[in-house]
């Protein structure tokens, strides 16, 4: 992968973008997408929306989420503790011992996660962490020198942890889950304007805001768009590390491509294409199957009102929802390829109808 990327890619997962305090994310997003792009908008709530071709009457989406999983400051005790509530679906097991930045008025305040040392616990009614027990320590010793930094109810807060390449193979952030997705169809905007290839229908870019609390950036940015197709991307559970079960969650691995979902948000006809792109491209992928939901911004776009035809391209990732969330980059360039191959051979007014 190009040195230009990576360090794109790198600076982009360094910055924070909670859920609900998306937008300096979502200023980087685009201003490395804009040399590849006609035009942009953006909504009330922040999702970002690159486009090419944007007068053309047949509407492709390609999408990713922007947010990541944060913390609010929902009470501060009287001698400087403070206590929290959750911005999505954030670990509290992981939390003892992390670092953190408070995003204040007045900027970043650095706190930590306390937790007891072990000499300290009853080891036969030994505590584990909870999110009636985690609390951050910010280094005051009353709730006066607590709020004399900015700190309030609803300051939010996220994992101080950064970037890096691990063994030459794999990349390793906090919010992999989904930047990343903002990383690949960035990737494949890129890809189109330096191959110089022509589409013959319009291609929205779509970095949408607040997937982790309920894929509520996608609903909103689906019924203004109102696209014919989508293809969402999104990461999943490598079942290849320790304590999974893959009789229950599936066998997906870092390392052998992009994963194509089966389930009832998935429209069989746009899989069905993809399957034969990455077969006749020789594109390596896996196979997995989800239930009534894919949990991702897919079913937001297949269940809006028009009831757009969609698809998902997930990138296996080991350790979802920590500070060190891991992905093959071979399997972020497949994802890139895929989604280049995919929209270079498709025409315009492609009816995926299953009856006609």
Same mark, same amino acid.
């Given at each position: 992968m190009r040195k230009e990327s990576v360090n794109f890619l790198e600076k982009y997962l360094n910055n924070a973008s909670p859920t609900g305090y998306e937008t300096a994310g979502q200023k980087l997003w685009l201003e490395y997408i804009t040399p590849y792009i006609d035009e942009y908008f953006s909504d009330t709530y922040g999702?970002?929306?690159?486009?090419?071709?944007?007068?053309?009457? /047949?509407?492709?989406?390609?999408?990713?989420?922007?947010?990541?999983?944060?913390?609010?400051?929902? /009470?501060?005790?009287?001698?400087?503790?403070?206590?929290?509530?959750?911005?999505?679906?954030?670990?509290?097991?992981? *939390? $003892?011992s992390m670092r953190v930045n408070i995003r204040t008025k007045k900027g970043i305040v650095k706190a930590v996660f306390g937790w007891p040392a072990i000499h300290v616990r009853d080891k036969e009614k030994e505590e584990t $962490?909870?999110? #009636?027990?985690? &609390?951050?320590?910010?280094?005051?010793?009353?709730?006066?020198?607590?709020? #004399?930094?900015? !700190?309030?109810?609803?300051?939010?807060?996220? &994992? %101080?942890?950064? &970037?890096? !390449?691990?063994?030459?193979n794999y990349f390793v952030g906090r919010a992999l889950d989904n930047r990343l997705g903002g990383f690949v169809i960035a990737e494949v905007a890129r890809m189109i304007k330096e191959k110089k290839k022509k589409l013959d229908f319009g291609l929205y870019i779509v970095n949408s805001v607040q997937e982790e609390v309920g894929l509520r950036g996608a609903k909103m940015i689906a019924d203004r768009i109102n696209p014919d197709l989508a293809i969402v991307t999104d990461v999943t559970h490598d079942t290849h590390s320790p304590m999974y079960n893959k009789k229950l969650q599936g066998d997906i691995a870092c390392g052998k491509g992009p994963v194509l979902i089966y389930g009832p948000s998935i429209q069989n006809n746009v899989l069905n294409m993809i399957l034969e792109v990455a077969e006749k491209k020789k594109i390596p992928f896996q196979r997995e199957a989800v239930s009534n939901s894919s949990g991702t911004d897919t079913d937001a776009f297949a269940y809006s009102k028009s009831g757009v *035809?969609?698809?998902?391209?997930?990138? $296996?990732?080991? /350790?979802m929802?920590?500070?060190? %969330?891991?992905?093959? @980059?071979?399997?972020?360039?497949? +994802?890139?390829?895929?989604?280049?191959?995919?929209? +270079? @051979?498709l025409k315009p007014k492609r009816d995926f109808r299953y009856i006609k």
């Amino acid at each position: 992968m190009r040195k230009e990327s990576v360090n794109f890619l790198e600076k982009y997962l360094n910055n924070a973008s909670p859920t609900g305090y998306e937008t300096a994310g979502q200023k980087l997003w685009l201003e490395y997408i804009t040399p590849y792009i006609d035009e942009y908008f953006s909504d009330t709530y922040g999702t970002v929306v690159g486009v090419i071709n944007p007068k053309a009457e /047949y509407r492709v989406v390609i999408e990713a989420h922007a947010d990541e999983i944060s913390w609010y400051v929902n /009470y501060i005790t009287d001698d400087g503790y403070l206590y929290l509530r959750r911005n999505g679906g954030s670990d509290h097991q992981i *939390a $003892p011992s992390m670092r953190v930045n408070i995003r204040t008025k007045k900027g970043i305040v650095k706190a930590v996660f306390g937790w007891p040392a072990i000499h300290v616990r009853d080891k036969e009614k030994e505590e584990t $962490p909870t999110m #009636k027990n985690i &609390f951050l320590d910010c280094g005051c010793s009353t709730k006066k020198e607590v709020e #004399k930094l900015g !700190i309030h109810v609803g300051s939010v807060a996220t &994992f %101080e942890d950064e &970037f890096m !390449i691990l063994n030459n193979n794999y990349f390793v952030g906090r919010a992999l889950d989904n930047r990343l997705g903002g990383f690949v169809i960035a990737e494949v905007a890129r890809m189109i304007k330096e191959k110089k290839k022509k589409l013959d229908f319009g291609l929205y870019i779509v970095n949408s805001v607040q997937e982790e609390v309920g894929l509520r950036g996608a609903k909103m940015i689906a019924d203004r768009i109102n696209p014919d197709l989508a293809i969402v991307t999104d990461v999943t559970h490598d079942t290849h590390s320790p304590m999974y079960n893959k009789k229950l969650q599936g066998d997906i691995a870092c390392g052998k491509g992009p994963v194509l979902i089966y389930g009832p948000s998935i429209q069989n006809n746009v899989l069905n294409m993809i399957l034969e792109v990455a077969e006749k491209k020789k594109i390596p992928f896996q196979r997995e199957a989800v239930s009534n939901s894919s949990g991702t911004d897919t079913d937001a776009f297949a269940y809006s009102k028009s009831g757009v *035809a969609s698809a998902l391209i997930s990138v $296996p990732l080991k /350790y979802m929802h920590t500070t060190v %969330e891991t992905v093959h @980059q071979s399997d972020v360039e497949n +994802a890139i390829k895929l989604y280049y191959e995919v929209l +270079a @051979q498709l025409k315009p007014k492609r009816d995926f109808r299953y009856i006609k």
